[in-house]
């Protein structure tokens, strides 16, 4: 599923390609696309007809458009969503899902979605339930969910203080999007390896600068991927003009199961996690306790 990264990737691109632009015509080629929008198919695309994109927003895994000060098209990429800006003459995908075109007869923008697992909205905005210095106004259906550690509004204090309240395993809470958003399975792995942080340690274990190490490593990690362009391990994440990203090619830990540790050689353990995987260096990660692994914990450089 794309994470912050790509999705920051994409916000970038239809905020250069398709901000500012007026919709012409709205189509939507499957109902799936547009399941949550309480109007339906017909409904969204009528009401979608006349609207300008005024700013290209995101939080964590979420992106939306601002129509105007009260509503916006949200949007979620799910498993394989792609927002696409295009020749508007271009061969007609079947995985596109809906189709927007321009007043001023320009690329036209197309939601393409293979799983079927994104999807569109018309929300009404609403104020941030996390408010930062200045009050911001979102989508209600993301109002629940925290600011990314990327935003102004990301309180680090505080979300020091509620993550070792949390009483779980620190990888599970790093994918809690009602604490953090915008982390997903890859880009945590890749941060507690760099925090040399185990994925199952206890988060009321965690120590004040343990805390602030990981942070430190979720902000390196997610701003190597933009300037990267994402992760790209298939066709199914690419940005508005098609292009994959290569932070793949720097990943250390997600994916190299028997591969050595960059940092101590060590080979890459994969352990089973939420029905996924997750990857990280027994030595390195060392857990202090219930950790089966017999490799004792690297000292800190």
């Keep these: 599923m794309p994470e912050l990264p790509e999705v920051e990737t994409v916000r970038a691109g239809l905020e250069r390609h398709v901000v500012g632009r007026t919709v012409a015509t709205a189509a939507v080629l499957n109902p ?35 129509l105007d000060d009260s509503e916006a098209l949200l949007a979620h990429l799910g498993m394989s969503g792609q927002l696409l800006v295009g020749d508007p003459e271009r061969p007609l995908s079947p995985h596109v899902r809906a189709r927007f075109t321009f007043a001023d ?67 599970r809470a790093l994918l809690d999007q009602s604490l953090i958003s915008g982390i997903g399975n890859i880009y945590a792995d890749e941060a507690l390896w760099r925090a040399r942080l185990h994925w199952a340690r206890p988060t009321q274990t965690l120590k004040r600068a343990e805390v602030s190490r990981l942070l430190d490593a979720v902000r390196e990690v997610l701003g190597e991927a933009l300037v990267a362009g994402g992760t790209s391990f298939d066709a199914l994440y690419v940005n508005v003009n098609g292009e994959s990203g290569y932070f793949d090619r720097s990943l250390n830990a997600y994916g190299r199961e028997g591969e050595p540790c960059p940092r101590c050689g060590t080979p890459i353990r994969r352990d089973a996690f939420m029905n996924r995987s997750s990857y990280s260096c027994p030595r390195c990660q060392y857990l202090p306790r219930g950790d089966d692994s017999p490799h004792p914990p690297a000292k800190l450089e």
């Design 32 to 66: 799936r696309a547009v399941r949550r929008d309480l109007a339906g198919p017909e409904g969204f695309a009528a009401a979608m007809v006349g609207r300008t994109f005024l700013r290209a927003e995101r939080r964590g895994k979420y992106l939306w458009f601002a």
């Design 105 to 171: 007869g320009g690329p036209d923008l197309r939601f393409t979605d293979q799983r079927t697992f994104g999807h569109l909205m018309l929300s009404e905005m609403t104020a941030d339930e996390f408010p930062g210095k200045e009050e911001r106004l979102v989508p209600a259906p993301i109002a629940h969910i925290a600011p990314d550690p990327l935003e102004e509004a990301f309180d680090q204090k505080a979300f020091g203080a509620r993550l070792t309240r949390k009483k779980t395993e620190i990888k």
